[in-house]
């Protein structure tokens, strides 16, 4: 990702390259304290991922806040590669996944039964929360960048009643630095998928050039008057595409010098291909396959975009080597 030159004192008029209010990473910077901070607003690609898929109206919301949250999260690392948030409980939905690469691409889903979701959905004063849904369980933070490196993974305990609070438990819990979220997703007024996230981070002030003057005691001070200020944003802020991203934080951090960075897009991206699916089919025996025929074809489909492969005994033959 490469940085232009910040500008500081208040909002800046979108004159980055990427200059849309959906599917985007704001970063900024609260000069006053040295906390950094992430604003992360999706649309078309959250309800592109959200859509491929007929999921129950209890799920959805579930899904969107797991990758709503993946790319908060990844927002703020430094990596070449994939960025995956994973739940996995005993619950009715049995897992949540979403990964998020370096260069934007977001992809998502959620796997339920829905026969157990049904039942409950019986229970008196069911809620459509983590416990109801996921049940017990965890939550895994990966960061892969791929061959010859080695991979990063945290796992912690399934707590909350809400994704941001499994998210804010992690943080509590693998003594990183001070961490707060304020998250929302929901449908605009046409029906589409909406989602958006503020995330900020303490950098330890070694890292983030505090001066002298900001002790231990007043840096609490500071940090505890910023998450409050957060705690003060509302559902139509965040997912209001009128409402620019830069007036968003200037609005509420307006008194600690807030520093608008370059912003990044997102995008629904599936990491699948034929040349994938057929270098997986190569890897099984041939006579293996014939679970995986419809109609004489053997079909193979995405979990995350929904797409279907299809190859007949003439493909498969190119597949295995037997044709050109």
């Known amino acids: 990702m490469t940085s232009s030159e910040p500008v500081a004192g208040g909002p800046r008029h979108d004159t980055d390259l990427v200059s849309s209010e959906f599917d985007i990473v704001q970063p900024f910077q609260l000069d006053s304290a040295s906390f950094r901070g992430r604003f992360v607003r999706l649309g078309p690609a959250l309800d592109e991922i959200l859509t491929r898929h007929a999921y129950p109206v209890q799920v959805q919301p579930l899904l969107a806040e ?9 927002s703020a690392l430094k ?17 949540t996944v979403s990964d998020v690469t370096s260069v934007g691409d977001m992809r998502g889903y959620a796997r339920f039964d829905a026969d157990r979701l049904a039942a409950q959905m ?7 929360d983590l416990g109801s849904l996921l049940g017990a369980g965890y939550v895994a933070f990966t960061v892969d960048q791929g061959e010859h490196t080695e991979r990063y ?15 804010r438990h992690y943080f509590r819990q693998s003594e990183q630095m001070a961490t707060a979220i304020k998250s929302f997703v929901g449908k605009d007024k046409d029906g589409k998928w909406v989602g958006g996230a503020i995330m900020l981070q303490a950098l330890p002030p070694e890292t983030a050039g505090v001066m002298a003057e900001h002790v231990q005691g007043s840096r609490e001070e500071d940090w505890n008057r910023a998450a409050i200020l957060l705690e003060t944003v509302t559902a139509a802020e965040l997912l209001d595409g009128g ?11 307006h008194e600690e010098s ?4 370059e912003r990044t ?22 006579s293996e396959l014939d679970d995986l025929r419809v109609d004489g074809e ?10 279907t492969y299809a190859f007949d005994d003439a493909a498969l033959d190119k597949v295995y080597g037997g044709g050109f």
């Not at 019986?122 to 459509?128: I, P, R, V």
């Open 243 to 253: 409402l620019a991203a830069n007036d968003l934080i200037y609005r509420l951090f």
């Open 122 to 128: 019986e229970h008196k004063g069911f809620q459509a």
């Open 79 to 95: 990596y070449e590669g994939i960025f995956t948030l994973q739940t996995k409980g005993d619950g009715p939905v049995a897992y």
């Open 298 to 307: 053997v079909r193979v489909n995405c979990e995350f975009c929904n797409s």
């Open 66 to 74: 797991t990758i709503l949250l993946a790319t908060t999260l990844a």
């Open 258 to 261: 807030p520093r608008i960075y």
């Open 265 to 286: 897009a997102l995008r629904a991206g599936c990491r699948c291909s034929r040349e994938r699916v057929e270098n997986v089919l190569r890897s099984l025996d041939r």
């Open 153 to 167: 993974q945290g796992i912690v305990e399934l707590r909350g009643a809400a994704m941001a609070d499994a998210v």
